[in-house]
């Protein structure tokens, strides 16, 4: 019982710290907890900002080898760095799924 509590308040933490503050209440309404997606992101270079849905992740090099908790659905991976031009790219987040992102930037030749 207690390691269940704990896995909840864990998830409800990462919920907020991942920006999804607003769903996470509609989902325990439902009476749905536990239904997550991973997403782990490689970008080039390590400098590079990292935003999921408009949220700041951090940078690519804060992200190396971590899996990100997302919730099952559509997002958008927008990833920004000074001299490369900015990508966004929809991803689809399938329950109980792993997905890995690997993004190199191309150079902004203005």
């Known amino acids: 019982m207690r390691s269940r509590v704990r896995l909840v308040l864990g ?4 919920a907020a710290l991942c920006g999804w503050a607003s769903e996470a209440p509609a989902q325990m309404a439902s009476g749905v907890v ?22 700041p992740l951090g940078t690519a090099h804060d992200l ?9 659905g559509s997002h958008v991976l927008e990833v920004v760095a ?3 031009l900015t990508a966004m790219i929809p991803v689809g987040a399938t329950s109980d799924w792993a997905t890995r992102i690997w993004l190199q930037l191309v150079p902004d030749r203005k």
């Open 34 to 55: 536990g239904d997550s997606s991973t997403l782990t992101i490689d970008v080039v270079p390590l400098y590079a900002e990292v935003r999921l849905n408009g949220v």
């Open 64 to 72: 190396v080898a971590k899996a990100i908790p997302v919730l099952p």
């Open 82 to 84: 000074p001299g490369y």
């Open 11 to 14: 998830s409800l933490v990462l």
